[in-house]
């Protein structure tokens, strides 16, 4: 009887510790917004880059250049923080902070376009090294 008790127990264990593992590992996360409320956000942001994509759209040359680069890093990053918001960790915070310098560079790069080859490659280079110093303050001190 003791042992069949015992089975029962390490049988009951063994269920609590499975659970344990799947609510840690694949199980559902506790968030800071609800999925409903996510996702409308999202298609949100959605719709605003649509408004802007087609105003972009109606401009030529180096403005539409720019007008479709800067779009495209507010989307990235409203998307990044939208995820961060959503899921509340350091880790989704870190990637929307990342995703604002990334945007921020490429939005620089398209910029540099308007000036001639010298000038275009000191700005660029600016826009890196500014990326680096951005990327260095968010990783903090050495």
Known sequence: MKRAHFLVSLGLAGIAAGSLVYAAVDGPRATLMSERDYEAAARNIEKDVRKQRVHCASLAGYEASVCGTETQAQQSILMAELTARYLGTVSAQAE????????????????????????????????IDQRHAALRALDGPA
């Open 96 to 127: 929307a902070r990342k995703a604002r310098i990334e945007g921020e560079l490429a939005v620089d790069n398209a910029r540099c376009e308007a000036f001639d080859n010298d000038s275009r490659n000191t700005c660029r280079q600016i826009a």
